[in-house]
């Protein structure tokens, strides 16, 4: 869980920077990672799977336990959807969410809308971080340019995205750690970037087309980095978060 204090160890700091894939089928499971995690401050990332099985109530658990949560639902619809979508979770008191950028402009800064609105409706609530998903990491320059219709490198795809983004309003967005430092050049230091298909050392890709280990992320200058499968998947699962974070550190 996230613990703001004013004194954090390396390890603390690092461990606020990996956000932790609840990539399950059910709640039950979730919760038991969450319970051989405890006392760990990083953050949870509740993607599509598990947001529908489980419910915006298992969010308002987590926030009660502590974490800060990074819901993965990747919003894309006409804008109006959008901006009724993100007031919804913003309410829930997510500390991220995110939408695609492929929605264009208008329905970007209509999730920004959708989630002031909801501030102005609960003096509570604080405003999440909302990113836009550039180029999914499983999407490689064949993809790209002959399924989905994209000319030019998936690099220059991403990070014309996250101009779009910028221009949004948004603070940041979803990419490979490889486009990195070309959207921190582009956008500037200050404009956060996750990271998924992160995969420490030794471990397979999976269905990830563009990864990088830990190590290798933090040096290129990424933000946060998301680990699913790598951590779920362990004999020892926190075992396995905490060589990350020494990774990381």
Not at 41 to 63: S, T
Request: charged share 20%; aromatic share 4%; hydrophobic share 45%.
């Amino acid at each position: 869980m996230t613990r703001r204090r004013q004194h954090l160890s390396p390890f603390e700091q690092a461990a606020g920077r990996l956000m932790v894939g609840l990539d399950f089928p059910d709640v039950e499971q979730a919760k038991k990672l969450i319970r051989a995690l405890e006392g760990i401050p990083c953050y949870v990332k509740v993607g599509m799977q598990l947001f529908y099985a489980a419910g915006p109530d298992f969010i308002r658990e987590l926030k009660h336990l502590g974490y800060s949560v990074f819901l993965d639902v990747k919003m894309h619809d006409i804008p109006n959807t959008v901006k009724g979508g993100a007031n919804s979770v913003t309410r829930l008191g997510v500390d991220m969410f995110n939408v695609h950028a492929a929605g264009g402009l208008q329905m970007m800064k209509a999730a920004k809308e959708g989630a002031q609105s909801a501030l102005e409706a609960g003096a509570s609530l604080k405003m999440p971080h909302i990113i836009a998903v550039t180029q999914l990491t499983s999407t490689n320059q064949h993809m790209l340019n002959k399924e989905i219709g994209i000319q030019g490198t998936v690099e220059e795809s991403v990070v014309r995205y996250a101009s779009l983004a910028q221009e949004a309003g948004l603070s940041g967005v979803v990419a490979s750690a490889l486009e990195v430092p070309a959207i921190k050049a582009s956008c500037g230091r200050a404009f956060l970037t996750v990271t998924p298909g992160i995969r420490p050392a030794g471990s397979q890709s999976n269905d990830q087309a563009r990864t990088l280990t830990p190590k290798e992320a933090i040096a290129k200058g990424t933000d946060y980095i998301v680990v699913a499968r790598p951590i779920i998947a362990a004999p020892n699962p926190r075992e396995a978060a905490e060589k990350i974070i020494e990774e990381m550190i």
